[in-house]
């Protein structure tokens, strides 16, 4: 059994910055990705930013040059760096990881919310 949990979120005025971190815990071997979502009210979660094992990221084009994912694979922990913030950075955030071998996320923490407002 496989659980992350999400810290980090909060209310924070435009143009400000938020680190939010996702640690695993319980039966873990090895993950191929992990990575944060979000959802904003009324809208679909959506991807935010991945980091694979090997490093390789990827991001929403909303969110490139903004936020940063990075990943402590001894700690099987990931952080999301977010600046310049904006209002519509709003949403609850959550996070992702797929075992080796698999396309998709199976499994999700609880969300954390961020607030971007003044």
């Known amino acids: 059994q496989v659980q992350l949990v999400e810290s980090g979120g909060g209310l924070v005025q435009p143009g400000g910055s938020l680190r939010l971190s996702c640690a695993a815990s319980?039966?873990?071997?090895?993950?191929?990705?992990m990575g944060w979502y979000r959802q904003a009210p009324g809208k679909q979660r959506e991807l935010v930013a991945t980091i694979t094992s090997g490093g390789s990221t990827n991001y929403a084009d909303s969110v490139t040059g903004r936020f940063t994912i990075s990943r402590a694979n001894a700690k099987n922990t990931v952080y999301l760096q977010m600046n310049s913030l904006k209002p519509e950075d709003t949403a609850v955030y959550y996070c992702g990881a797929r075992d080796l071998g698999r396309l998709t996320m199976n499994y999700w923490g609880q969300g954390t919310q961020v607030t971007v407002s003044s």
């Open positions: 319980g039966t873990i071997f090895s993950f191929g990705a």
